[in-house]
């Protein structure tokens, strides 16, 4: 028995020891490395380490069901650049990647030749002005590096991933007794209350709407409601925006009321959860702002000084919960505690988890938590809860998530003593959730994370009922997420919302208590609302695809030519009409010729051979002789009256095999499954007169 017992506490031991310990170089080079799996980690882990019984306990099944996303909103119309093949959020890094690749080509061919290229120093280069222009002699290579340098659209932005897009676009409120999601949709942000539905469904009330055009590419918004009043910040990339929400005759009202504006891009901003009147921003030199609405001023700004070398420029700005005077600023490395009654280039506070993660990992996102003292910080494999009551161990508990792409997005909500967190990075589907439950001052997670099912499973579910077959609609539900957010109906379900690059909503139930292959009317419900969301999407008019430019070339001096009126033609070409005329053939020598084969081809069809053309003919006669025929053939026709059946078209619902059974449901017209999960989309139809012949 004491060896068993033995065994067990050396197994676990060494367990504990793999699972703090780091991954190794060579592991890290060689394979992919996001796909390793970890268990939850808690500090204060207080359990007997011989009693393995208890240790199992520790770790359960996740003990909720996730129903299938669910489209809210119509299909948005895609822009031109989509149509290319362009996600709105991965362009910019599309692009600097091609930049990327380019110069390293030109540096290897650099190296191959470098003898006989030799080397250029800055000093040896000589400037020479002339007509206001300064011009130099360089090696072709460094001149081909200059041009694509230029080309960068984004210097600030390194990196694999837009890191702009943290914290998302996406978020709601719970102002004046109604549930209210704010997202932009077509250039314009929108405020719409939600109203819920049976089977695990919303609909939103565009009636009671409002919106506001958008001023550009809206990367961020942060709503808070302090007292009766509703603020929302709103982060563009080079000035944020303060809106007003508020409820007039029962609508929902939606007004801008501030604008700050920087020549640097904005990574992050917070309004003060104390006070409306005072908002903070972060840039990408690291320097933090802090701003008054109503002086329209900047009370105090300072860059933190950074100790160590950073891969790129994010940051994250937010406010201590319990003290509106200490900011928490995250970079790629720590959470640096910032003080404003003093000058904080400096941090007061700065908690490091560099210790308990990876060689290539970074800090990416950061979210507070139900405790004041704890913060929710993602990485690139995993999601930390570190504790500023313990600045030397201030890692608590851990998460594996296991993406591919590194996280951006964590909202967080309350449901009794549990707090439902969901990580989601820019790569549609991967979305994790994780519970974890809080005991006074001390928080133990019993689950591990589970990935959250993704569109493309509604749309494979939705495919074998054989609907929802465009094929573009894959590569249209596969654009990145741009927001996400939490929020719970009245019976305390919490949904989680996600919007795509282009502005689609899709929606999901987390926590149902049920499970789901029982209830077959939740999933007959979401195939159906994904059906009527493709009717709607087909029937918008096609977008024009942009022409792509292949080559350019100066054409002044053509255009030159053309417009000069001295030119005169001096000469005139003769035209050599002496061609070779033998391919022209005249009728009568063509219906002489005769083929052999046309008797057996048209006797398969059981077709005579045609009669020969008249060449005596004239062309008025041949035109009467052509109508008598048509009207010999409408004549043996039957009549309107004799026709008891005539076929009609087959519709894309009878292509379904007889089979499969389909629920007569789903064989509704597409109209009313619009209505029913959709709002109502006012079209315009064009009319067309026909022709008729005089």
Known sequence: MAEKSDLISKTFQRAEKHLQERLRTGYLQKYDHHVVPGYNLNISFSTDDHDLNNIKQLYQKFPYECDLPKPLLPPVKLPRTVLHEEDPVLESVTVKSYMKDDINRILDYYEKHKKDLGTVHKKGIKWSKNNDKVTTVLPKYAAEIAELVELDPDPYLKGNYNWYYTGGSLTNVTYGGQTILIYPYVGELVASPLMPMENALWKPILQKSD????????????????????IILGRYKNHCILYKLFMCENK???????KQTSTLPYVSGEVCAFNQDYFSTVDVNRTVSLWNVNRKKCITSHKILNSKVLDDNWGSIKYQLLDSHVLIFTDRCCLHHLDTRMPFRLPSLSLCPKQYLEQCENLSVEKDSRHSSCRYVG?????????????KECVRQKWTHQFRSIPLLLPTINRNEEEILVLSSSLAG?????LNTWTYESSHSYNLPITLPSIMETLNEAQLQGLCLDPYLKNRLELCNAGSTLL??????VFFFV????????????????????????????????NAWEHALMTQDDSIAPLSMSSKCNMKHVYKSFTNKKLQLDRHEEIDDTLDQNWRKSIEELGSYEDILAPELLAVWGISEQVSISLSATPHQKVLNWLET????????PSQEDVEYMDTPVSTQELISVSQDPDKRNLNDNDNLEELFLPRVKTKSIKRTKKTAK
């Open 211 to 230: 919106k506001l055009n958008l001023d550009g590419t809206l990367y961020e918004l942060r709503p808070y409601v302090i007292g009766d009043h509703c």
């Open 252 to 258: 929902v009202k939606l007004i801008e009321f501030g």
């Open 379 to 391: 990485t690139n494999h995993n999601i930390l809860l570190c504790d500023n009551r313990f600045p």
């Open 430 to 434: 991967e979305s994790s959730v994780i």
């Open 488 to 493: 719970t109906n009245q019976k305390g379900d």
């Open 499 to 530: 919007q795509t690059s282009i502005g689609d909503v899709f929606y999901q139930c987390i926590t149902h208590e049920d499970i789901l292959d029982k209830n077959f009317e939740i999933k007959e419900k979401t195939v159906s609302a994904l």
């Open 630 to 637: 048509t009207n010999d053939k409408a004549d043996s026709l």
